[in-house]
């Protein structure tokens, strides 16, 4: 994991969908999207909803 990953985490402390976290760090939706998969298969994120309405939050 790198700053990234944990600007993300940090962020996730309240649902968002990913292009919330697109705009605050600053990177392309793709990316993000592509982080938080690598956090998924870690098992430190989960995603609630789909299409439109996905939301990432810190998996508990």
């Known amino acids: 994991m790198d700053e990234t990953d944990n ?3 940090t962020l ?3 649902p968002l969908k990913s ?3 697109a705009l605050r760090l600053e990177i ?3 990316k993000v999207l592509r982080r ?3 956090l998924e298969n870690l098992g430190l ?3 609630k909803g ?3 309405h ?3 939050t810190i998996k508990k």
Do not use: C, M
Request: aromatic share 4%.
């Open 7 to 9: 600007q993300i985490l």
């Open 12 to 14: 996730l402390n309240l």
């Open 19 to 21: 292009s919330e976290l």
């Open 28 to 30: 392309s939706k793709t």
């Open 36 to 38: 938080i998969k690598k």
């Open 45 to 47: 994120v989960e995603k």
């Open 50 to 52: 789909s299409g439109s």
């Open 54 to 56: 996905t939301h990432y």
